[in-house]
């Protein structure tokens, strides 16, 4: 009896613990279950499900999720990965912010930087040098050909007069004035001084005169064909100088107190939005425009490389309220729904999520209340890409859970 008493009493032992080895292998199974209950886009990683489906933004199969460590939250990139994100760090500290109203605005041609060109003299265009718009044409460079009966005879009348200085001029002053004078027309008639000098060689008639342009920019018009007569005073080029352009923006009453003539502003040109330029106010208009209540704001901006043209749309920048703060660049904050936040490194390649508060915001920097201090360095370029690395690392927004929590003081 003995003998059987410890068989059940093994019996009975070897079956708990069967059953309890059952219930950790099926609590595992579940635990692995649970990690592997989310799926996420690849190309969207903000997109999170908890079935597997179809991303509803680009239409992707979503991938599954496994979730790590709730203690790993902190990003850490090799060498490789660093440069490939292409990522650029800044260092938190103390700079003028201020609020900024932003307002729509036309870069257009800079008038007073318009020639026209027209004809001097009555004639028939021979040749023309420049035959289509939009062209770059340089100073001194041939536009058009002309035959004028006026200008050979002002030919005729520089030739007798040089003549008559190199005979008589020793004996009579009068004959030097009359030479003078001579060469005075040609060249208020359009000639250059070479044109001239080679008439002097020459002691022939040109019966056909080379206009050259009077200044470097783009053919914006022409009004003439070959084989045509045209009259004195003919309007036959319009040449436009892009050096410089104008900024053009329409102002609310409001806010012409924010500007004078000589401030500089800031500006975000249409497809340059990541290269900021600057243009100095030059006009203020005094009465409204039309029947309208917004007055005209005119600025001066380089474009000596001609990277701009006009027509271009901006957006003009009006900071005021401006203070001392902490600032990092508008492009290192991140904001989600679960707050704002920033990537502070810790170490070489190492980032870690930061709650922040923000406050005033400038055309390219905002302000930072809390969760900063200065001399931290943040993420600018790739915040992005660090922001989407933590969600598929976790799974979730990386500060889910943190609202109003977090906050460096």
Known sequence: MRVL??????????????????????HNHVQKDTAAA???????????????????????????VTHSNATESHIMLSNSQFKLANITTQKVSMRAVGETAIINARLSLDEERTNVISSRTAGRIEKLFVKETGRTVKQGEPLYEIYSENLLTLQREYLLAKEQFEALGKQETRYGSFFKAAERKLLLYGLTSEQIARLTNVKSLQPRITFLAPASGIVTEINVSEGQYIAEGSILYRIENIDNLWVEADLYPHETALVKTGDKIRLRISGFEAEPAEATITFLSPEYK??????????????????YTPGMQAQVMLSHSSRQSLAIPIDAVIRTGKGTHVYVQHGNNTFKPQMVKTGLEDFDQVEITEGLHEGDTVAVSGAYLLYSEMILKNGTDPMAGHSGHGVQK
């Open 5 to 26: 008493f410890y068989i059940y009493i093994f019996l009975l032992f070897a079956c708990k613990q069967e059953q309890t080895g059952n219930e950790h292998a099926e």
């Open 38 to 64: 989310k799926y996420t886009c690849p190309m969207h990683p903000q997109v999170i499900k908890d079935a597997p489906g179809t991303c509803p933004v680009c239409g992707m199969e979503l991938v599954p």
């Open 290 to 307: 039309g029947n309208t209540q917004v007055t005209v704001v005119r600025a001066a901006l380089k474009n000596a490389d001609h990277k």
